[in-house]
């Protein structure tokens, strides 16, 4: 057992510290270039990522919730070649530690040769360590250190903040552009009312977590991942108004497939927005309108679905 722990300390390291909320396109290029400097050094690449971000701990009330579960976090950092990922929980302690002990910690725990950052990585109690905090530190420890430029898309920077901005407004496309990929969730199938399948739309409910960023009430054309195929979908997000309000559901109708889909998993791309949610006076006209998004679903998943996006 100790023999492992040693090991573990003594191989070549290159780190890796950030968020990562979304690996977004951002993110990707922090991690591939962290990736080529480990391939270089012959080093394992590691990536200190927070189990929530600091954000969502020290103010709440304006975080509007994380775009990946932890798994998802850690599924889309490994496919970009991260071979570890050291959790760090954003406790008191943790956020009190300064910038040096929070470096000190790290050299104590691996063998470190390199850090790759973002331009912008801030580190320690009130964000008080910079790239230059960094870089003085890396000269006596030995480090090499890159901080890889912010990227842009069309004048703005690619950040979480920004694409949770865009699913909270209800624009997955512009949200797709900026990861990279289609938000998606991957939850499991939950019993409704048993009402759709009288409305002639059966659909497949999931409920949404409470920490993550809730996508703008209404209709979505989507795809789903299931069995090894890709199901096209339209998607409700919301309160069924038009009856009693249920807590905020993500409810999928899948025009060509017909299974039972309780208790099974998939994961849902979000592809495009519709319309909000309405209160209908009639269940007929909800009914009609099922029928039109349905139509405008496909439609759209036919005109523009980009299949190397549903990753
Ligand atoms: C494409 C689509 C659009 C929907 N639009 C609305 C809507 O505008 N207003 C509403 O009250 N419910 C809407 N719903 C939700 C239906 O009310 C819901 O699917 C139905 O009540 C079945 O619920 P159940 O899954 O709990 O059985 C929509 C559902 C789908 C699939
Ligand atoms: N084409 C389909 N799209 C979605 N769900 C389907 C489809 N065909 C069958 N189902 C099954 O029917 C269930 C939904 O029926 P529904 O009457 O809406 O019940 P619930 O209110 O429990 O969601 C789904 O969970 C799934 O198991």
Known sequence: MKRAIYETAARRTVLTIGNFDGVHRGHVEVLR????LADRETARLVAVTFTKTPKAALTPEAYAGDLLTLADKEKYLRLQGVDEIIWLQPTVAQMRQSATEFLHMLQNNRHVVGVVVG???????????TVTTLQNYAKDAGWEV???????DGGDVVSSSEIRAAILAGEPERAATLLGRYWSIDEAVLHGDQRGRTLGFPTANMALH??????RNGVYATVAR?????????????TNPTFTDVPTRVETYFPDFSADLYGKQFRLF????????EKFSEVAALVAQMHNDTDRALHNLTEKLNIDMCR
Do not use: C, M
């Open 226 to 238: 299931y069995d090894g195929t890709l199901l096209k979908g339209v998607t409700n997000v919301g």
């Open 33 to 36: 270039t962290a990736r080529a």
């Open 146 to 152: 890159i901080s890889v430029p912010l990227l842009q």
């Open 119 to 129: 331009e912008n990585f801030r580190f320690g109690a009130d964000a008080q360590g």
């Open 270 to 277: 979000f592809v495009a927005y519709l319309r909000p949610e």
């Open 210 to 215: 409470e920490d993550r960023v809730a996508p």
